[in-house]
């Protein structure tokens, strides 16, 4: 009989062991089930700026950046510039974005795109990502551009690469 | 010679006494042997598990029903079947409705959808050896929803070029599996009704998403999440042809127990 109660109790407080890691891990899974929403909903077109050896650089130039079809200035005299982070447009197809160096030097990039009304959750709303098709652009101070990533949306993730010219670079 | 044939036939006759005599003696060892205590713990321990087969029981939930009042955006209904396998091992399948029509009050996103779902598992009687009134479960389920919903809002307006553009798809596909591990405790009412609760936790583990959307509302999943909380309040009842085993169990311990009085 003892040793019955024995097992009796081992069996038990195994039960009960399993019965609470498993109640842990409910508690742990529902902690780390967050809610990330993006504060504006807009999904931006990320550049970063590099020389011809494929190295990050700052550009040694206040860069301005105004867009065909609108007054909105969307980079405004930034020094020291490592990239860009520009939005895009919810109907158009190309858009043309004006980057300027000085009064005298500017580029201009030229990005075609299509465009996709996204529902992301009641709680995070409505947002319109983007589709790269390809992208052009002038060649004053910008080298060449390379689309690394077509996909335009919240992920933090490099879509263009453009490679300046020491001209302009730090 | 007559005398001769009289001595052959006893012979005979009595060299068939010295073989079948001790055969009787052998039977009547076999039909007196009296099963001891041991016999009777083999065919308790066998009427602890009892036999493979105990039955089926069918439930239904009714917290998904009401589950509105406690706050869910979504209504849902199910029933499922149980096969009883040694009071032990409960392989399970369940059907389900679940069905949203919501609107946000804060962004005016309105969402529509309603499907069948689908579930099959296995429950483990945590309690088996007892055949106690109550007992705690553990189980597994994999669950599948093939679903289509509408989703609307105002115009998306573009911060920028200042355009408007309508938001509006209808009967997007969708098809979702998850993985459920499930809790529970049912309690018997009468001999043939039950009553008990499960906790879920469920895990997406594969789903189809539309090109313009995510769905909010999956039938049978709750919130569109990587994992997230269920809870279902069945109501047990035992079909007709369950105990037919189990009570032959019974009766052959019983009979062994009044052996071994005699």
Redesign the interface.
Same mark, same amino acid.
Do not use: C, R
């Given at each position: 009989m003892r040793i019955y109660h024995f097992r009796m109790g081992q069996g038990r407080s195994l039960?009960e062991m *399993? *019965?609470v890691i498993? *109640?842990l891990?409910?508690l742990y899974?529902?902690c780390s089930?967050g809610n990330d929403c993006v504060i504006?909903n807009?999904s931006y077109a990320r550049f970063n700026f590099y020389d011809k050896t494929n190295t990050s650089i700052k550009l040694n130039a206040t860069i301005t950046v105004t867009?065909a079809?609108?007054d909105?200035v *969307?980079v405004n005299q930034e020094a020291d510039a490592k990239g860009l982070e520009l939005?895009v447009?919810?109907?158009?197809h190309i858009d043309t974005f004006i980057v300027k160096y000085t009064d005298l030097m500017r580029d201009t990039i030229f990005m075609m795109h299509t465009?996709?009304?996204?529902?992301?959750?009641?709680d995070c709303?409505?947002?319109?990502y983007h589709l790269v098709e390809d992208v052009k652009c002038t060649h004053y101070a910008i080298d060449s551009i390379k689309l690394v990533n077509p996909q335009i949306n919240f992920d933090p993730n490099e879509n263009f690469k453009i490679y300046y010219s020491t001209l302009i670079s730090k | 010679m007559r005398i001769s044939k009289y001595i052959i036939q006893l012979l005979f006759l009595s060299s068939l006494f010295v073989v079948i005599l001790p055969l009787q003696a052998q039977e009547r060892k076999v039909t007196k042997y009296v099963p001891g205590k041991d016999d009777i713990e083999k065919k308790q321990e066998k009427l602890d598990l009892g036999p493979l087969f105990q039955g089926i029981s069918a439930y239904a939930d009714v917290y998904g029903l009401v589950g509105k009042m406690f706050g869910n955006n979504y209504t849902s209904s199910e029933f499922g079947f149980e096969v009883n396998l040694k009071n032990r091992f409960f392989p399970v399948f369940e059907m389900g409705y679940g069905k949203s029509n919501?609107t946000?009050d804060d !962004?005016n996103?309105h969402?529509k959808t309603s499907s069948t779902y689908y579930r099959v598992g296995m429950n483990y009687n =945590?309690f088996y050896k007892k055949h106690q009134t109550s007992y705690?479960y553990?189980g597994l389920r994999y669950a599948f929803s093939p679903f289509k919903y509408d989703?609307d809002?105002p115009d +998306?307006i573009?911060?920028? @070029?200042?355009?408007k553009?309508p $938001?509006a =798809?209808n009967n997007v596909k969708g098809n979702m599996s998850w993985g459920e $591990?499930v809790?529970g405790l049912q309690s018997k009412i009468t001999s043939i009704l039950h009553m008990g609760w499960t +906790?879920r936790?469920k &895990?997406r583990l594969s789903t189809t998403e539309s &090109? !313009?959307? !995510?769905p @909010?509302y999956v039938p049978g999943y709750g919130n569109?999440?990587? !994992?997230? =909380?269920g809870v279902t309040y069945d109501i047990v009842i035992d079909l007709p042809f369950w105990k037919s085993g189990k009570q032959k169990a019974l009766r052959a311990v019983e009979s062994l127990k009044k052996e071994v009085k005699k």
């Open positions: 039960i *399993l *019965l498993i *109640l891990g409910f899974a529902s089930n504006d807009v867009a079809g609108t909105s *969307l939005p447009s919810y109907t158009g465009n996709i009304p996204y529902f992301i959750s009641m709303g409505m947002a319109m | 919501y946000d !962004n996103i969402y =945590f705690v553990g989703v809002s +998306l573009d911060p920028i @070029w200042g355009d553009v $938001f =798809f $591990f809790i +906790l936790y &895990l &090109l !313009n959307s !995510n @909010w569109y999440k990587k !994992n997230t =909380f």
